[in-house]
């Protein structure tokens, strides 16, 4: 794992090497081992580097280039069967010089081209590749999203860096919010791609390539994620084959010339990886888990619990209130706002995973948007059977006094038969008349009445309306949240802490047989994630294979409740600072924190967004 940057010039004006240093420095903790800097003999395109070594730790520095030095390469995450690759590209002619993973990309895109190379990674990448005799750039990103890439054009260069603080180096670059953007943060909770808080920046898409050459760009997608109806098959031999390929998912993933562990929370996902894992290292795998000092977030026990079953070398730590001091720190590196705090316990899990002298850790994400495993894929079965009543009848029961979460009350009561609109509506922080009195009045007048960036979610969804309602929104949700807020944090925090963070559910193997298969392996009654229940069976205790989700908690909303934050926080809500940024009514953020804490429910979020633009504001100062 590591950082990749770089600047293209579109107008022949050179690149230096003290410029693509200045962005390197900028993301160093994502790469503490090694660095480099390639610039072209026209100085037309920059490529810079910080590596964290995992394989090859000796011969593996970047950038590379191939035999002519004609090709050269940044390259940031891992390719799991480059030992394969390898083999094909050297029955080829093509002489590797090292034992790098990434070399195998570098001549796979000698022999495939970009689109070829891609379609045969295994693994999850982001790279940069400069084609002198083409004079091409070639910037890619993994069909998942897992690694990041982030783009910028600005007085005829094309900006590229894993994070926008390396864009950000160069003084030139404008910090300016976009407004919209921010909008749809403070309605889905997370920015979606592909824009970014800052305006002029992007995101590239997941499972897509841009090519630039004679001052011409282009975007490609090289892959789908393919949730259309799979053939019938017995039960007992999909079961078989989806445990063979998580086996297989997650042997290639224990390739490492240094300490590898596993983040263990109790639960199915990561007990899964665990219990794997061990198996097919032979050895007792080093777990880290995260308690709560808040005995409701609590899963402490239960990670431990299981830890002692699998026999695992366990490193629980605890989470208290004041690990929130963290947040501003921890925006340094989300260089976004969002309506949740997760990634401060997220930041110290792998933080505990460095303190234990752990390189490499696996992690459990994935497996609920494969398999349906969050409460809203459980509540939309049940509310789609409640659509077709008359609106009166729904909007009695959204307003009854039945046990049913906000959410559920809101989908109840919109009505939406979309499913775009639908999924908007389970991850929707607040009202909209809420959100849109707590901007200040000449804000508030500039939004979009309709937002364009979740609009485009249901182009998502564009050929795929015969497909069932649950795979309509697994299809929706891959593309969207899991890209845009679960792998964000997952790469943003491990980083941090020069932590690579790998992720067996995320294979495209894996996906290629399992995102089509009949929803009642995948949500069956009020059991989530059946199929992998299934294949767990004598492989993990029952206790741990049975149990519903909980989910990684934060406690965000009752450490907002306290009376008094951390000075940092009370400066940040503050009048007098709410005024000097303008994006917010003072009077509003006020009301809205004293009926939170009062108890008054679903305004935690809200006002979490609200606290994190504000950090983001001063952090970046924008």
């Not at 690759?85 to 029955?91: D, F, H, I, N, S």
């Not at 045969?120 to 982001?126: E, I, Q, S």
């Not at 749809?184 to 920015?191: D, E, N, S």
């Not at 901007?439 to 609009?455: D, I, K, M, T």
């Amino acid at each position: 794992m590591c950082g990749i940057s770089g600047i293209l010039s579109l107008t022949g004006a050179p690149v230096t090497a003290a410029e693509i240093q200045a962005q390197t420095n900028a993301i160093i903790h994502r790469g503490p081992d090694q660095g480099g800097v390639f610039v072209s003999p026209g100085h037309t395109c920059g490529l810079g580097i910080r590596r964290l070594s995992i394989i090859d730790v000796a011969g593996g520095q970047q950038p590379l280039s191939n035999e002519d030095q004609s090709i050269h390469l940044v390259y940031n995450g891992e390719t799991y069967n480059h030992l394969d690759l390898r083999r094909e590209l050297k029955a080829a002619g093509h002489r590797p010089a090292t034992r790098s993973d990434a070399e195998a990309v570098l001549h796979g895109y000698e022999q495939w081209g970009a689109a070829g190379v891609l379609r045969r990674l295994r693994g999850m990448v982001a790279f940069a590749l400069w084609d002198e005799p083409r004079r091409q750039l070639v910037l890619a990103r993994d069909r998942f999203g897992i690694k990041p890439l982030y783009t910028a054009q600005h007085a005829g260069r094309l900006y590229f860096a894993s994070e926008i603080k390396a864009i950000l180096a160069d003084p030139a670059i404008p910090r300016r919010l976009n407004l919209p953007v921010l909008q749809a943060a403070l309605t889905v909770g997370f920015v979606p791609g592909p824009a970014t808080i800052f305006e002029g920046i992007s995101k590239l898409p997941p499972a897509h390539f841009l090519l630039a050459a004679n001052d011409h760009i282009q975007i490609q997608r090289y892959w789908t994620p393919d949730f259309h109806p799979a053939p019938p098959r017995p039960a007992a031999e999909i079961t078989a084959e989806f445990l063979a390929l998580l086996r297989e998912s997650v042997r290639l993933r224990l390739m490492s010339e240094v300490p590898l562990g596993a983040l263990l929370s109790g639960g199915l996902d990561s007990g899964a990886l665990a219990a794997l894992a061990q198996a097919e290292s032979g050895r007792p795998l080093q777990t880290v888990s995260i308690g709560f000092e808040q005995a409701g977030a609590n899963e402490a026990g239960l990670a431990a619990e299981l830890a002692g079953r699998l026999e695992t070398r366990h490193h629980p730590v605890t989470f208290s209130f004041g690990d929130f001091g963290d947040y501003p720190a921890v925006m340094r590196h989300l260089e976004s706002p969002q309506c949740s705090a997760t990634a401060v316990p997220i930041g110290r899990l792998y933080r505990a995973c460095r303190a234990a002298g752990l390189t490499v850790a696996l992690t459990g994400e994935g497996a609920d948007e494969l398999l349906g495993g969050y409460h809203w894929h459980r509540g939309d079965a049940l509310a789609r059977r409640l659509l077709g009543h008359p609106p009166v009848l729904r909007r009695l029961l959204a307003r009854s006094p039945l046990p049913m979460s906000a959410a559920a009350r809101r989908v109840l009561q919109r009505g939406h038969r979309n499913p775009a609109l639908r999924y908007r509506d389970w991850l929707d922080v607040a009202d909209e008349s809420l959100r849109r009195n707590l901007f200040s009045a000449g804000v508030s007048a500039a939004l979009p009445g309709e937002n364009p960036l979740l609009a485009a979610w249901a182009g998502v969804l564009a050929g795929l309306d015969h497909l069932p309602p649950l795979q309509q929104m697994l299809a929706l949700e891959t593309q969207t949240r899991m890209v845009d807020f679960i792998n964000f944090e997952v790469d943003k925090m491990s980083m941090a802490h020069s932590v690579e963070a790998r992720v067996p559910f995320l294979d495209h193997k894996l996906w290629e047989f399992a995102a089509g298969l009949p929803a009642k392996f995948k949500l069956r009654g009020r059991t989530e994630k059946y199929l992998l229940r299934q294949a767990m069976r004598g492989i993990l205790p029952e206790a741990t294979r049975t149990r519903r989700k909980k989910g990684l908690a934060s406690p965000y909303r009752a450490w907002l409740r306290a009376e008094r934050l951390p000075d940092w926080a009370e400066t940040a809500l503050s009048a007098g600072e709410l005024r000097r940024a303008g994006l917010f009514n003072p009077a509003a953020v006020a009301q809205l924190r004293r009926a939170h804490r009062a108890g008054q429910p679903g305004l935690g979020a809200l006002l979490m967004g609200v606290l994190s633009t504000q950090v983001w504001l001063d952090v970046f100062g924008v």
